[in-house]
């Protein structure tokens, strides 16, 4: 089964500044999709960014970019310019490509703060 | 797009009580499935539908537990017999099939369970 660690349960950054959230996962497989998930206080969960391992390319999405290193398995989202809204849970989750198998698999979250 | 929709937003029940939650996807979204999330943890598949048909169940889901999608729209999940064990987050998300990582799973709010 496909296990993803998040080993950061707590991270702070301040605002304006950057910081980097560290996921890592094992899998067997060699096409597989990648997520960051933002879980805001009493609030549901929102993609943030995706990658699709096949890509070399990383993702961007404005503030938000990963580093995807597909020999170590190491996925990490850095964000660039903290904002107060960018407080929140971050999960890192990984989906096979296989037919049929859809579900996530998602790591333990990092908390990020971020100070004034 | 109203976004997907759960309810109740909280349920306080005692134990051996039978509970039932419910999810409204996102219209036009053929996929649903349910995620369980305990305090601390990232959320865990429990279940997969795709339009009425249930096509996938995680061993999480023991045989206290049954979920429906009658006519492919909304969905229940029934916990019957609740122990304090069940006490926890329970997620629903809807996606449009799609090729690869351009289906995006889309979360609900979820409905905390708290057993008494």
């Known amino acids: 089964a496909q296990t993803v660690t998040q080993s950061q349960p707590e991270m702070s950054v301040q605002e304006a500044e950057t910081v980097t959230l560290s996921c890592t996962y094992d899998t067997s497989e060699s096409d597989y999709y990648l997520f960051w998930y933002k879980q805001p206080p009493s609030r549901q969960m929102i993609l943030v960014i995706r990658?699709?391992?096949?890509?070399?390319q990383n993702a961007t999405e404005n503030r938000f970019s990963v580093n995807f290193q597909k020999a170590a398995k190491s996925f990490s989202l850095k964000i660039s310019d903290s904002q107060l809204g960018d407080a929140a849970m971050y999960f890192c989750a990984y989906r096979s490509a296989r037919g049929g198998a859809n579900n996530l698999f998602f790591g333990t979250g990092t908390r990020l703060t971020v100070i004034p | 797009d109203t976004g997907v929709s759960q309810n109740p937003r909280h349920k306080i029940t005692k134990r051996g009580q039978n509970v039932t939650f419910r999810c409204d996807p996102i219209s036009e979204h053929n996929r649903l499935y349910w995620y369980r999330q305990t305090l601390g943890q990232g959320p865990e598949f429990l279940t997969y539908?795709?339009?009425?048909?249930?096509?996938?169940k995680s061993r999480l889901l023991s045989d206290r537990f049954s979920a429906e999608r009658p006519k492919g729209s909304f969905s229940t999940l029934e916990i019957q017999r609740t122990e304090q064990g069940d006490s926890a987050m329970y997620l629903c998300?809807?996606?449009?099939?799609?090729?690869?990582?351009?289906?995006?799973?889309?979360f609900g709010p979820g409905t905390r369970l708290l057993v008494l």
């Open positions: 990658q699709e391992a096949y890509k070399q």
């Open positions: 998300a809807s996606s449009r099939r799609g090729q690869g990582v351009s289906e995006t799973q889309y």
């Open positions: 539908f795709q339009n009425e048909a249930q096509l996938e």
